[in-house]
RNA sequence: UCCUCGGUAGCUCAAUUGGCAGAGCAAUCGGCUGUUAACCGAUGGGUUGCAGGUUCGAGUCCUGCCCGAGGAGCCA
């Protein structure tokens, strides 16, 4: 047994001429009679090992030629840079030496190969050992770390909020119902309203945290258990909030692309789309957004489309809308001012036109939909105790909240940024669930 | 919740008008010194989602149920 030390796949270029023992798993292999080629996982990367008969101890060589796939393994060999290495990055293979077998594994079954939705997500516990999921959780790492590190460098403390809430936030039928000790409880869906009690406090604040919401959603954009980060600023009114989120979302997508370009194209994500997000972003509002939905429907031809796009002023946005006016821009688009009736009651109407509201949506380009949806809030004790009583929410439930607008309320807005539809967006996924290492969707909890 | 589609070997799929349930991959065994989801030869592998029904005969037709996917509404 060579002792040599041991090295990350991910550092393999700088121990070039090296003999250096790697610790993995395998993930694939090629028998080619006396030459074996093992490509080997460690977690940093995967690194192709070769091992030659020729050039080994019998009971090595039977042991490289015996390894399932998956197995967990020791591998020990000289570091040479070889073009031909597949892997990741690739580009140098070990040349065995020696071997070891910490586990053989039983049979595997993913294989390199296609495989249907279904059975992957039954197997999410093993399919993330695959390079795609692989590289989609880093980039979801780097995005997650460039969300804090951007609010932490400008000002924004992060407040925690509770989880296990009282009251219905807003409507009760999107909310999971959890027994309190007899009470009644449910899991928190917006971390928004605890945040304005935050900003009284610390000024900028966030909150990050999964969330979760029991809509009977069954789409590619929807997961019941997703993680949000929830910004909320005194002090701010609605153009402040654009500003800053052009800026927060750009320096997401730029770490994404200083840090994972390799992941991103493993993923096969055209990076081009995301190298032109810069400030400013457009800004349309919502009766502008209406005028360009009806240009496009009288653009197309196609009686499925034109019915898809229909719209009433007052309603909110369904996806085929959001995707319309994406594709009429190379970036993410905000689009501002919604009716009052189709957002939030804690929403601030526009002088002299209470039909609208100071909210804002920014939509990812590519039919991501919205990424992001905010607005100024309510701070007036009076318009807001009016609009509570006038949509029939429970009052008791709201005191602490109006409590907020009698102790030095000021003008403040905020957002929340769905995590894994940024990450979907960034990565290119067909799919949210992809998104997240272990999806919560309406029809799946397992595993 | 509504609409649409689907469920056949471990996986991806095929099976003509209702007429012997098959292929590739994976696994196992053998061959090959540069493979990139290698290739070549051999072997094993099936309660056709479940329960009924029609029929000489059902993977195929009918009824009910279960499970999943795509989309809509709603939302981040």
Not at 81 to 103: M, S
Not at 111 to 119: A, L, T
Not at 253 to 273: C, H, T
Not at 390 to 415: C, I, Q
Request: proline share 6%; charged share 25%.
């Amino acid at each position: 047994m060579v002792s040599a030390p041991i090295v990350q796949v991910s550092d393999l270029a700088s121990h070039e001429g090296e003999t250096v023992t790697v610790r993995g798993w395998l993930y694939n292999r090629t028998d080619k009679g006396k030459l074996q080629f093992l490509l080997v996982r460690d977690g940093t990367g995967i690194v192709q090992c070769v091992a030659f008969k020729g050039d080994l101890p019998e009971d090595v060589f039977d042991a490289a030629r015996a390894i399932t796939q998956e197995s967990s393994l020791t591998v020990t060999g000289t570091v040479r840079a070889d073009k031909r290495a597949p892997g990741f990055p690739g580009g140098y293979e070990i040349g065995v030496t020696d071997l070891q077998i910490i586990q053989k594994a039983e049979e595997y079954p993913i294989q390199p190969k296609e495989h249907g939705i279904d059975f992957l997500l039954d197997h999410r516990h093993l399919w993330v050992r695959s390079s795609r999921p692989w590289a989609v959780m880093r980039v979801r790492a780097t995005v997650i770390k460039a969300i804090r590190d951007w609010l932490d460098d400008h000002g924004y403390l992060l407040v925690d909020t509770p989880i296990i809430t009282p009251s219905a936030g807003e409507e009760t039928t999107s909310l999971f119902k959890v027994d309190y000790f007899g009470d009644t409880a449910y899991l928190a869906q917006t971390g928004q309203l605890y945040n304005e009690a935050n900003i009284a406090s610390f000024g900028k604040v966030y909150c990050f945290g999964p969330t979760f919401r029991a809509e009977l959603s069954k789409t590619r954009r929807h997961l019941t258990e997703f993680w949000m980060v929830e910004p909320e600023m005194a002090f701010f009114s609605l153009e402040d909030l654009m500003d800053m989120e052009e800026e927060f979302v750009t320096a997401i997508v730029k770490a994404a692309l200083e840090r994972n370009r390799p992941e991103l194209e493993l993923l096969g994500r055209d990076v081009s789309r995301l190298e032109v997000v810069e400030p400013p972003f457009p800004r349309i509002s919502y009766d502008e957004a209406l005028e360009m939905l009806a240009e496009i429907r009288e653009q197309t031809d196609d009686p499925e489309q034109k019915r898809l796009l229909e719209l009433e002023w007052g309603k909110d946005f369904g996806s085929p809308h959001e995707t319309a006016i994406a594709s009429r821009f190379e970036k993410p688009v905000f689009v501002y001012h919604y009716p009052t009736e189709a957002k939030a009651f804690y929403m601030q109407p526009v002088d002299g036109r209470p039909e609208v509201c100071r909210s804002v949506d920014l939509l990812a380009p590519e039919g991501y939909g919205e990424i992001t949806g905010g607005s100024e809030r309510i701070y007036d004790i009076a318009l807001l105790e009016e609009r509570v009583a006038s949509l029939g929410l429970p009052r008791e439930a709201y005191e602490w909240y109006l409590d907020l607008r009698r102790f030095g309320s000021v003008p403040h807005a905020g957002f929340g940024l769905g995590v894994e539809r940024t990450v979907a967006w960034i990565c290119g996924l067909e799919h949210i669930r992809e998104a997240i290492p272990y999806p919560r969707t309406i029809k799946r909890v397992y595993p």
